[in-house]
C-alpha cells in the first residue's frame, strides 16, 4: 500500500502564565476576574468593622475614622465602580445559565436580565430603608 | 449597480506551513494571490492550491458552512474559511491552523482527542422508554423541540476549542461542543440518557474545569451558544448535588 505515512504532529504550547495576552476577548475575561479581588477586599474590610462594632464604640469610632482617609475613600470609590461593572456584566450573561420558556417559545434575554436588575434596585432600596438612610 | 463585488484585489496570505517529514517547526509561507473581492478565504486558497503550490494541505468540502472542516485561525480569529469573506478583511491575512490542536500538517490539524471527546458524552437519543417500532413513534411537540434545537446546530468545526483558553490549558477540559450536545440530548424531551452522560460532563474535566470566559460563544458560526449550554448545565448539576445531599439528609 505504497510508503508508509510520517505522522509527527506539532503541538504549540500556550504560554501558562500569559495566554491572556493572546486575545483582547481574554484581556476582558482577566480583567472581570481581577475586579472580584476587590469585592474580596471590601468583603474583608466589613468583616473587620463588625469586629470593631463587638469591641465597644470607641473601637467602632476609630474604624470609622479609618475608612475617612484619602486612601481609604479612594480604595472604596475604586471597589464600587469594580463591583458595579462585575454586577452589569454578570446580570448581562445571566440570562445564558437560565433559559425561560414561555408556552411555546424561548423568553428573550432581555427578560431573565431585566428582572435581575429590577430585583437589585428592589433589594438596594429595601437594604438603604433598613439603614435608615431615608 | 455601483459596488465592487467582482473587483480584483491581490491578496497577501502569509500561511503557517509544516512538513513533518523535513521541518523541525512550523514557519510562515508568504504568497501573493489575485482574488475577487466578493471570494471567501477558501476562494483565496483553493486558487493558491490550483495555480501557485499544489503542496499546500488544508481540510474543507461544502464551501458552504455546514461541514465544518474548514476552521482555521484567519488573522488570530477561529474562523470557517468559506464563512471568511475577504470584503472584510485588509490586503494582507494570516492564515494558521486552529489554535490548541496538534498540527498534521501545514493547516491540517489532529482531531481526534475531540472525536473521542464527542464518543465520551454519548451524543445520540439513548431512549427513556424503550419502545418497539410497531409501538408508533416518539412524539416531540415543537415547544419541547425548541427546548434543545439551537444546541443541535453544532457542526463540529471545533473553532470553539480553538478559543477556549482553558482548553489550551488544560487539554483534558472535555470542551465546548461536546458538553453542548451532551446538553442537547440531556433536554431532549426523548431522551432519558442523562444520567449516563452526568458522569462524564458534571465532572472536573466536564463543566467545571469551565470558568465562563464565553469566548466558544463568540465564535461559533451557527451561533450555537455553548458557553450557555455549560453554565445550564452547571445548575441543572448544582441542583442534582442539593437534592441528593438534602434527601439522604430528609431520609435519616
Ligand atoms: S459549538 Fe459552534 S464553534 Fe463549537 S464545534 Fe459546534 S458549531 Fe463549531
Ligand atoms: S468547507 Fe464546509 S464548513 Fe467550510
Known sequence: MGEKMSRRPYVREVPPTTWYFRMPRYMRYMVREVTSIFIGIYTVI???????????PAQWQSFLDALKSPGSVTFQVLA????????????????KALPLQFGEDMAPDSVVAIGHYVVWVLLSIFIL?????? | MSDNRLAAR???????????????EPKFQNYSVPCINEWCVLDALNYLKDNLDPTLAY??????????????????????????????????????????????RDLVTVADDFIAKLKRVKPYIIPGEKRVPTEGEYK??????????????????????????EYGLQPKFIGPAAISLAHRYNIDSRDGGRDERQEEIATDEGVWECTFVG????????HVDPAAALQQVKAASTVDWYLEHFMSWVKK
Open chain 1, 46 to 56: 466589613m468583616l473587620v468593622g463588625l469586629m470593631r462594632l463587638s469591641e465597644g
Open chain 2, 10 to 24: 491581490q491578496i497577501e496570505l502569509e500561511v503557517l506551513r509544516y512538513n513533518p517529514e523535513t521541518d523541525q
Open chain 1, 80 to 95: 464600587l465602580l469594580f463591583a458595579l461593572y462585575n454586577s452589569f456584566t454578570w446580570f448581562n450573561v445571566a440570562p
Open chain 2, 59 to 104: 481540510r474543507w468540502s461544502c464551501h458552504m458552512q455546514v461541514c465544518g472542516s474548514c476552521g482555521m485561525m484567519i488573522n488570530g480569529e477561529p474562523k470557517l474559511a468559506c464563512k471568511a469573506m475577504l470584503r472584510d478583511y485588509p490586503d494582507t491575512i494570516r492564515i494558521e491552523p486552529l489554535n490548541h490542536f496538534p498540527i498534521e
Open chain 1, 129 to 134: 430603608f433598613w439603614a435608615g438612610v431615608f
Open chain 2, 215 to 222: 469566548a466558544c460563544s463568540e465564535v461559533c458560526p451557527k
Open chain 2, 140 to 165: 416531540q411537540t415543537p415547544a419541547q423541540l425548541k427546548r434543545y434545537r439551537q444546541f443541535a446546530m453544532c457542526i463540529n468545526c471545533m473553532l470553539c476549542y480553538a478559543a477556549c483558553p
